[in-house]
């Protein structure tokens, strides 16, 4: 076995845009940093995401979350702007604001209620209501099956892909490095020492992150953590490239920077089976159509299926070892939302900065209690 004991200041297990993003954080502070990241063997969450960076609706039973979030939206255009300077890749960040689409009345009450329920915990939370004619006149080309929408004004989307390579060209650029083709079998730890064993070698330093997706469930437990995160899989369809007619990101259709239109958002709960299912599909595309009548006569030219990172609240896991100091598992299914808070508030903690405020909900310990499952969608 090949004896790789180079010390590092923090091993981040996980290449996926939670671990990068931590990864980039920390050696944006200085911090020697080495990446283990399983390839392409691994369930890639980070490959098959939406690309949205949301605030809307999110933590309506949790203000915590809700406050996240936000933290995050509002610092992800310094971020991409950082992103661009350390890798020269453009993630094409935009953040006009963002729809919910509702089919009914009823969804329409249902919506404010939760909207005006994050105003009253949170404070600013700006968001609009709009009826069918409001509607249409922000987007001509919405169909008549919707009957309205909620807005606000801090949602956006990015170029997924793009973003996944921005932080590993920029990350590098600062000096992590990335070993890819890692399987890590256990971690030991002495004081002040953790000892990453993997066939591929072993790796010390005394601080390791836990980003491995479905694999932090396993690997929490040789730290004293709790992490038990479960796959839920969605489905996309990806249409032919049209020309410019959606300015606005949406919850379930967005065209894309390269002129793509890309549906999605199911949620099914199937084990670690990342297939695809035609009548999940055929569901999207009906639901896509309705919103915008255009898309019936556009070709889709690929649909895939990836397996989300969920707790059993849907909520993120953040946690440092109480038994374990040095150990840390970050873990959510919003890593596109949460980049820029994983890099600018996750790494400093990481580092020996005060734990963010927000950060106290978020312990694995809270589902030795509470076995309800409920997603934070």
Known sequence: MNQDLQQQDVIVIGGGLVGMAVAYGLACRGAAVRVLDQGDDAFRASRGNFGLVWVQGKGHDLPEYARWTRSSATRWPAFAQSLLADSGVDVHLRQPGGFHMCFSDEELLERQARLQTLQRTVGDYPFQMLDAAELKARLPLIGPAVVGASYTPQDGHVNPLKLLRALHTAAQAKGVVVRSGVQVERIDSAPGEFRVVSRQGRFVAPRVVLAAGLGNAILARHVGLHAPVAPNRGQVLISERLQPFLDYPTINVRQTDEGTVQLGDSMEEVGFDDSTSSEVLAAIARRGIATFPLL???RLVRAWGALRVLSPDGYPIYQQSASHPGAFVVTC??????????????????MGATRPEELQAFAGERFLEDKVFSHAH
């Not at 299914?333 to 990481?350: E, K, Q, Y």
């Open 333 to 350: 299914h919003s890593g596109v939302t949460l980049a820029a808070a994983h890099a600018l508030r996750i790494a400093p903690w990481i």
């Open 296 to 298: 019936r006569d556009v």
